[in-house]
């Protein structure tokens, strides 16, 4: 494979193929989430596009009757609203097919009512419009018991899972409600400019209600975790899984917050810990980074040395000039001198991989690359001089240092003091203030700081205070069930990948995106493998982004409800599943062309349709990259990182699964967030693959040091300190679940201090105390005492016995 992707990127080189130009860099900005308008057309599988003719249809036939020749957009908002509380009564009715009539309706309305509108922009006009008012009305409340009864109509489950094969229309039901539920989260959750003052208190009332346990004692998210296991456990094969996964995606990043919110919790945590504030912006400080070139591959290296023989005078490949080594060259925030020192001719050739000669390239680049765009300079104005992060280090880090040097220079240590330095001589003087003044304590280390005193003082200290946040409520309802729910999300993960091989025993995604007539022409079948392809990128578009959101928000609410999370992460194995996932052409599936733009929502219900032809469908869109791909891949990246910082015996997994050569292909992608977890990725375990591996790869070793944050005495470059620290993973493993463990004894366990609790050793009080029985104890105590007291034989003389 690596000789493959090699190949590839040698003919797509400007070099050796003068039609194309190396891969470009890619303007892809990282968010919550894509646009308004793709994130509602990937709701919408292309089989589907039939039915918004069916809901237009249940609509009209149904609206004559009441508005008398007038058009919804002509009503009053009086008048529309007591049509929705008519259409809201009908929706109570038995009959089974004129509640899904009712259902396809109030589609409709959420849909922005496209049969009265011109373009694209009045359709999203009035499906907001709309969706504020169902919401006002209580539709969303009608739906979720709707869809309560649909997730327990034991019925439909068990025809599902007798059936040979599940197509669109077993799922019909809960197709309309789960895409009325997503358009009115995914609408109330963007915020616009032009909202109204009552709109922007419908959407903070919203997001309580979807956080809060109002909905039959638990949060919304809850409720479509156990639609997620119920589908894995292949009790309910019908259930329309994309709709429910990225319904579920939605709900949690509307209700705990999106990345910005995010940062912006975390700033009011370290205030409220009275932490120093963080040393910059990650989000600004990421998005100012440029992408690099990638490393050399095997052919270019390979013709570097013919060209060496050669004795020509540009003996090195050619590499651009954001290329990984020269990254700095031109950066106006670089020191004078230094950039004195690359425009000397004689220090050209003494580099590891040198670099050809900048002034020379326009005799050898034939025509020359334009120049990279300028960003603005506003952009970069805070950045530091030289590398973009601050450097950090830790309590323990100053620690160790400080226990290396007394045991150099004294021979003996003194614990945890960092503050004496009595014998030590000066030069560890500066080193120990250079690391106190990067000094970085985070809101993790005083949480586990925190624990550690509330279990070993429970009495003096008293109760802890939990603040009940969203994210802290939606941990306390998914506790019990946790592990069912990764596993479950990892299944689905597995199930979409590219990489994966079609089984028998695997779980079947395509039940909401199979037709029920298979394809007969090759038109068809062309436009079906599209949308399946599709299919899959967004389930693992939506599992991604739900992970590292859960992720991200356990892990600022308290550390070890992250740890507890991620240690069910790697025990599901989601380390060698993101590997696998990675191991693949990736630069073919950020580039994927899985998507026909006519057949987009709201495109296809505005416009007319073309003829679709097999050329047009080949041809796919015109954008550079799939933003959806790309997202996902940074996502999992994040992931990964999430999953093995600081965590000694998985960053071996990444050793021991051979995933260098897997990550390095990935820097082939030119983007520059993706780049930047790549190479964290990378500099964790570059101390683990010998020196070979480090010369061979002096580029990669270049980027580390570029992009990626310093920790001071962090070795990562030569792997000098590798005997020291052996391989245990079941022991860290062990002890890290132990701490996890009584944490949630202590601070969840209802029978928490049984040791502490008084007991009544009076007789009399205790047999007078009240039990309670359940309803239909009287009617059977008589059966319940013969079978559990007379039929018991008592062994009287055991009484006399001594004990």
Same mark, same amino acid.
């Given at each position: 494979?690596q000789?493959?992707?090699?190949?590839?990127?040698w003919?797509l080189?400007?070099?050796?193929?003068?039609s194309?130009?190396?891969s470009p860099?890619?303007?892809f900005?990282y968010?919550d989430?894509?646009m308004l308008?793709?994130?509602?057309?990937?709701?919408y599988s292309?089989?589907?596009?039939?039915?918004?003719?069916l809901n237009?249809?249940?609509f009209?036939e149904d609206f004559r009757?009441?508005?008398?020749?007038r058009?919804?957009t002509?009503?009053?908002?009086?008048?529309?609203?007591?049509?929705?509380?008519?259409?809201?009564?009908a929706?109570?009715?038995?009959?089974?097919?004129k509640r899904?009539k009712?259902?396809?309706?109030i589609?409709y309305?959420a849909q922005g009512v496209?049969?009265?509108?011109?373009?694209?922009?009045?359709v999203?006009h009035?499906s907001?419009?709309?969706i504020?008012l169902?919401?006002?009305m209580?539709?969303?409340?009608a739906?979720?018991?709707?869809?309560?009864m649909?997730?327990d109509?034991?019925q439909a489950?068990?025809?599902a899972?007798r059936?040979p094969?599940i197509?669109?229309a077993?799922s019909?039901?809960?197709?309309?409600?789960?895409?009325i539920m997503?358009?009115m989260?995914e609408t109330?959750?963007?915020?616009?400019?032009?909202?109204r003052?009552?709109w922007r208190?419908?959407r903070e009332?919203?997001?309580?209600e979807?956080g809060?346990p109002?909905?039959n004692?638990?949060?919304f998210?809850l409720?479509?975790?156990?639609?997620?296991?119920?589908?894995?456990s292949m009790n309910?094969?019908?259930f329309?899984?994309?709709?429910v996964l990225?319904l579920?995606?939605?709900?949690v990043?509307?209700t705990?917050g999106g990345f910005?919110?995010?940062?912006?919790?975390k700033v009011?945590a370290r205030?409220?810990l009275s932490l120093?504030p963080l040393?910059?912006?990650?989000i600004?400080?990421?998005?100012?980074?440029?992408?690099?070139?990638?490393?050399?591959s095997?052919?270019?290296l390979i013709?570097?040395?013919q060209?060496q023989k050669?004795g020509?005078?540009?003996?090195?490949p050619?590499v651009k000039?954001d290329s990984?080594?020269?990254y700095n060259?031109r950066?106006?925030f670089k020191?004078?001198?230094?950039r004195?020192?690359e425009?000397d001719?004689?220090d050209?050739?003494s580099?590891i991989e040198?670099?050809?000669?900048?002034?020379?390239?326009?005799?050898i680049?034939q025509?020359?690359?334009?120049?990279p765009?300028?960003?603005?300079p506003?952009e970069?104005?805070?950045f530091p001089?030289?590398?973009p992060?601050?450097?950090?280090?830790?309590?323990?880090?100053?620690?160790?240092?400080?226990?290396?040097?007394?045991?150099k220079?004294?021979?003996?240590?003194?614990?945890?003091?960092?503050?004496?330095?009595v014998g030590?001589?000066?030069p560890?003087?500066e080193?120990?203030?250079?690391l106190k003044q990067h000094?970085?304590v985070s809101v993790?280390?005083i949480?586990i700081k925190?624990e550690?005193d509330?279990l070993?003082?429970p009495l003096?200290l008293g109760?802890e205070e939990?603040e009940?946040t969203?994210a802290?409520?939606l941990?306390?309802g998914m506790?019990?069930s946790?592990s069912?729910?990764?596993i479950?999300l990892l299944?689905?993960l597995?199930a979409?990948a590219p990489?994966?091989?079609a089984?028998?025993?695997?779980?079947?995604?395509?039940a909401?995106?199979?037709p029920?007539?298979?394809?007969?022409t090759?038109l068809q079948?062309?436009?079906?493998?599209?949308?399946?392809?599709?299919?899959k990128?967004i389930i693992?578009?939506a599992?991604?982004?739900?992970l /590292?959101?859960l %992720? +991200?928000? @356990? $892990?600022l609410n308290?550390? #070890?409800q992250?740890?507890?999370?991620s240690?069910?992460?790697v025990?599901?194995?989601c380390i060698p599943?993101?590997?696998k996932f990675?191991n693949?052409?990736?630069?073919?599936y950020?580039?994927?062309?899985?998507?026909i733009?006519?057949?987009?929502?709201?495109?296809?219900?505005?416009?007319?349709m073309p003829?679709?032809?097999a050329?047009?469908?080949?041809a796919?869109?015109?954008n550079?990259f799939?933003?959806?791909?790309?997202?996902?891949?940074i996502?999992l990246l994040?992931?990964?990182n999430?999953?093995?910082?600081?965590k000694h015996?998985r960053t071996m997994?990444?050793?021991v699964f051979?995933?260098?050569?897997?990550l390095?292909?990935?820097?082939?992608v030119k983007?520059?967030m993706m780049? /930047?977890y790549? %190479? +964290?990725? @990378? $500099?964790?375990q570059t101390? #683990?693959?010998?020196?070979?591996?480090?010369k061979?790869n002096m580029?990669t070793?270049?980027a580390?040091?570029?992009k990626?944050?310093h920790?001071l005495?962090d070795?990562?470059?030569?792997?000098?300190?590798?005997?020291?620290?052996?391989?245990d993973?079941?022991?860290e493993?062990c002890?890290l679940?132990?701490s996890?463990?009584?944490?949630?004894?202590?601070?969840y366990?209802k029978n928490?201090?049984?040791d502490?609790?008084p007991?009544d050793?009076?007789l009399q009080?205790v047999?007078?105390?009240r039990?309670?029985?359940p309803?239909?104890f009287?009617?059977?105590?008589?059966?319940w005492?013969?079978r559990?007291?007379?039929?018991?034989p008592?062994?009287?003389e055991?009484?006399?016995?001594n004990?």
């Open positions: 494979m000789a493959d992707g090699d190949v590839l990127f003919q080189s400007p070099k050796n193929n003068p194309s130009m190396e860099n890619l303007e900005e968010g989430s894509d308008t793709a994130e509602l057309s990937e709701l292309y089989t589907e596009e039939p039915e918004f003719a237009r249809d249940y009209e009757s009441h508005a008398r020749g058009r919804w002509e009503l009053t908002v009086d008048e529309q609203r007591t049509y929705v509380m008519r259409l809201l009564d929706l109570e009715v038995t009959d089974r097919d899904l009712v259902a396809r309706a589609l309305l496209f049969d009265e509108c011109d373009t694209e922009v009045d999203l009035w907001r419009h709309n504020f169902l919401y006002d209580g539709i969303f409340t739906l979720l018991e709707l869809l309560s649909e997730i109509n034991s489950c068990s025809s899972v059936k094969a197509s669109l077993d019909t039901e809960l197709r309309v409600l789960l895409s997503y358009l989260v109330v959750r963007v915020q616009t400019e032009d909202d003052p009552e208190a419908a009332t919203f997001k309580n979807l809060s109002l909905y004692g638990e949060p998210a409720l479509l975790f156990t639609m997620v296991t119920k589908f894995c309910a094969p019908h329309p899984m994309k709709k990225l579920l995606w939605k709900t990043l509307f705990l910005e919110e995010l940062q912006q919790m009011g205030e409220r120093p040393p910059e912006d990650s600004k400080v990421v998005r100012a980074m440029r992408a690099a070139s990638p490393p050399a095997a052919m270019e013709e570097q040395q060209q050669r020509r005078r540009s003996r090195r050619l000039q990984l080594d020269t060259e950066d106006p020191n004078d001198d230094s004195d020192e425009d001719p004689e050209t050739d580099g040198g670099e050809v000669d900048p002034l020379d390239r326009d005799v680049i025509p020359p690359p334009p120049p765009p300028l960003r603005p506003t970069r104005v805070n001089k030289g590398l992060w601050a450097p950090k280090v830790r309590e323990k880090d100053i620690e160790h240092f400080l226990e290396t040097s007394r045991n220079f004294i021979g003996f240590t003194l614990g945890n003091d960092t503050e004496t330095l030590l001589p000066r560890i003087h080193s120990v203030k250079t000094k970085y993790s280390e949480q925190r550690e509330l070993q003082c003096s109760e939990v009940e969203p802290e409520i941990y306390v506790l019990p946790l069912q729910y990764v479950a299944k689905l597995l979409a990489t994966s091989k089984k028998t025993d695997s779980i079947n995604i395509l909401d995106v199979l029920e007539e298979m394809p007969i090759v079948s062309m436009k079906l493998g599209i949308d399946v392809n599709r299919h990128e693992v578009k599992i991604s982004a739900l /590292l959101l %992720l +991200k928000h @356990l $892990k308290h550390i #070890y992250f740890e507890i999370v240690q069910h992460l025990f599901a194995n599943l993101i590997l990675f693949q052409n990736i630069m073919s950020i580039s994927a062309k899985n998507s733009c006519v057949l987009d929502f709201p495109h296809c219900v505005v416009h007319e003829e679709l032809t050329e047009s469908l080949e796919g869109d015109n550079q799939c933003w959806r791909n790309l997202f996902s891949c996502n994040r992931i990964l999430k999953l093995t910082k600081w015996s997994m990444l050793v051979k995933s260098a050569p897997i390095k292909r990935a820097l082939k983007q520059a780049q /930047l790549v %190479l +964290k990725l @990378l $500099k964790i101390k #683990y693959l010998g020196r070979q591996w480090r061979s580029k070793m270049s580390i040091y570029q990626v944050r920790r005495n070795d990562w470059a030569y792997g000098n300190d590798i005997d020291a620290r052996p391989w993973f079941q022991a493993e002890a679940r132990e996890i463990e009584k944490f949630n004894s202590r601070r366990d928490k201090n049984g502490f609790a007991v050793n009076c009080s047999l007078g105390q039990v309670e029985l309803e239909d009287h009617y059977s105590y008589e059966m005492l013969e559990e007291v007379f039929s018991q008592i062994q009287w055991g009484l006399l016995q004990p």
